[in-house]
């Protein structure tokens, strides 16, 4: 599936036409960017009484080490 978004300022320009345009293309989703502010802030705080966790999405490594080479 491909989106194609449309600024809110953009709206009633581009909407409709982009609809018309990708009518035939079933792979394709116009919508309209209705946010009006960042989620998040720089220096935002977690609410009262939680605490956020960082977590280290990464896979961890293979144990073990790697067997020795030999050079000619």
Do not use: H, W
């Amino acid at each position: 599936m491909i989106y194609c978004v449309v600024p809110s300022p953009l709206e009633d320009e581009l909407y409709d036409k982009l609809v018309a345009y990708y009518a035939d293309d079933p792979n394709v989703e116009v919508i309209v960017d209705r946010r009006e502010s960042e989620r998040r802030t720089k220096g935002a705080k977690a609410p009262e009484g939680t605490q956020r966790t960082v977590r280290d999405r990464r896979r961890p490594r293979v144990a073990g080490e790697f067997p020795p080479t030999t050079t000619a």
